[in-house]
């Protein structure tokens, strides 16, 4: 293949529903030249309570998926999945595939003072304990503790942002964390860089907010330079969203959250193509 | 085939996940010596906020799955299922089918005092109209009054069947129901019964809660002795659960809520085997 043509190839990324849209915001933002094929797995979410292995087949079925679109690099944008299956996956493709669990992990062990850091995400993210492997690998030094926020997924949804019940719910969740005297939390589920402003209210002024978001798109940008990937030229991007259930659904809230507006989001079978 | 052989086949019933077990402890209670084979789709969970297709191709998997599994009969037990596939599927099968929307919206519709019932359910199912439809044919002079309550199926799985914030939400979503005058409410989801207490505190004691799971056993009696297809010999009952994610989760859940010990879940396939 012709480098130019690799170069202009679009960047797949994908997650288990919207979530994932705050990182291709990062994405956008950062490298606003990349065309991106966006995948959400509506139609199977969530990923967060599900086993490693189903959540190792769903991936693959999305990666195959990804790689018939001829993308040149994958970016997971789903913690669950990039702590179940990134290095499953990576070890089956020819083309760089980044996870977001990392990219936010590396920061926060590097810039934590106190080396006391608060993860938070979905059970399957939790319970995988990769937020801690990663952390303790960059950082022998740092302590971590961990906490499954199961409700936070669906109160995003249900469009509960600033509520007082979703306020309840982040005090029960953080509370404990705070008390262990963390200097950092890491926002480690796509969705919960949404909650924000209500999680700033429970940990303080004090504590640090490392959204993998913002990371991931820093570290792709990395990966894109280092393979000779990079999209230098002026044209058009062309973005494209697929989902596996609910395209008008999905279409509405990907306005709400992305910069440029997604004119249309189409409707596929994973199951049978992947 | 041998008709006595028919009465010993068991009963196949299935849902999204863990709901419909409120529908088998209904059914062990009522005809204790049914044999009962169930099939949890938790890797796919929850339904309630999917599209009709997609509901219509999954309940198509499970009804092909439990056929192979020789059942004389198919129980619906989860609300979006019924609403969206039971038509469809009923069709398609040469086995009696039912599900739990129409034996609770018909007792709805024969006691209602002033004509004005409330319906709680997901997205999906209160979307559908499912119930209206139901209800107004039973009884044309039934006024409707449908809320989707989408907090209620996670408030259920994190265990805050008696809390706070369950009766903060339970109070958002159902109060304006009891604004409406209403004299009879249907628990259109199979998880919401688990809420009963949390719903009766909200609506006070001049309600009549309807739960669809009791009724569909007394359904299923009657289509078991219409069919001729009662099981009335002593032999011991077999009950097989299937999940498609977490049979382990899934059995402690069972063993909380089922009136005999779950031994064994087993997990499966249902993209490949369906």
Known sequence: MVVDMVNKAPIGVFDSGVGGLTVVKEIMNQIPGESIIYFGDTARLPYGSKSKKTV????????????????????????TASAFALETVKSEIDIPIIGVVKPGAKVAAETTKNGRIGVIGTEGTIQSGIYSQILSKTNPKVEVFGKACPLFVPLVEEGLIDDPVTYEMTRRYISGLVDKDIDTLVLGCTHYPLLRKTIR??????????????????????VLSTYGLYNDSIAKTNHK??????????????????????????????????
């Open 201 to 222: 209210k429970v940990v303080g002024n004090d504590i640090n907010l490392v959204n993998p978001a913002y990371e991931t798109a820093k570290s792709l940008t990395q």
């Open 56 to 79: 190792i087949r769903y991936t693959r079925q999305i990666v195959h998926f990804l790689m018939q679109k001829n993308v040149k690099a994958i970016v997971i944008a789903c913690n």
């Open 241 to 274: 969203f697929y989902v596996s259930d609910g395209a008008e659904k999905f279409k509405s809230f990907a306005n709400t959250i992305l910069p440029c507006e997604v004119v249309e989001t189409k409707d596929i079978n994973i199951e049978e193509l992947g």
